[in-house]
T-cell receptor, first 113, second 110 residues
């Protein structure tokens, strides 16, 4: 069965620290990959996505993610977090050509001011 | 801007009640989804629909049904609400390359 695993459920960082959130998926075929973010009290919104091409994807607000096919991973990174990055982050996978999204359990990030 | 609107932000219902959660999207998307979001479990797919009157079970359909009579509207129905259905319910509409989510309905069953 397809699944998405996010390694950390809770992460606490100080402002200016670097961030890396792990995401691994299990699926035998080709996939499209996403990171969504949910700020407190707001709806889920797309942070970045990978469909094909350069495996290093840049998204909004200085986030980037790297697709490593051999490791079935799509880790999210940001060099220097801000207090406003406090949110819950979800990794998601869709088999190529499909539309049924499989979400990870989410990682709650808290950034200390 | 794509808009996905869920009819209620907060609902409190009694055990055994029939509950309707409504979702409307304004971008003529064919694919719509209902998820429930629980801490530590992420988003779990309840049902999805790929066209009017077409529906498919997701990963946790038990205790739920759906209705898609019009393209823009996708309703989630709790036939007989139970306390273990207390959760945040998210509706999403799927474009070619991403999902657009509503604000969510926080349902409490007492």
């Amino acid at each position: 069965a397809q699944s998405v695993s996010q390694h950390n459920h809770h992460v606490i960082l100080s402002e200016a620290a670097s961030l890396e959130l792990g995401c691994n998926y299990s699926y035998g075929g080709t996939v499209n990959l996403f990171w969504y973010v949910q700020y407190p009290g707001q709806h889920l919104q797309l942070l970045l996505k990978y469909f094909s091409g350069d495996p290093l994807v840049k998204g909004i607000k200085g986030f980037e993610a790297e697709f490593i096919k051999s490791k079935f991973s799509f880790n999210l990174r940001k060099p220097s977090v801000q207090w406003s990055d406090t949110a819950e982050y979800f990794c998601a996978v869709i088999p190529t050509g499909g539309f049924k999204t499989i979400f990870g359990a989410g990682t709650r990030l808290f950034v200390k001011a | 801007d794509v808009k996905v609107t869920q009819s209620s932000r907060y609902l409190v219902k009694r055990t055994g009640e029939k509950v309707f959660l409504e979702c409307v999207q304004d971008m003529d998307h064919e694919n719509m989804f209902w998820y429930r979001q629980d801490p530590g479990l992420g988003l779990r797919l309840i049902y999805f629909s790929y066209d009017v009157k077409m529906k498919e079970k997701g990963d946790i359909p038990e205790g739920y049904s759906v209705s898609r009579e019009k393209k823009e509207r996708f309703s989630l129905i709790l036939e007989s609400a139970s306390t273990n259905q207390t959760s945040m319910y998210l509706c999403a509409s799927w474009a070619d390359t991403e999902a657009f989510f509503g604000q969510g309905t926080r349902l409490t069953v007492v």
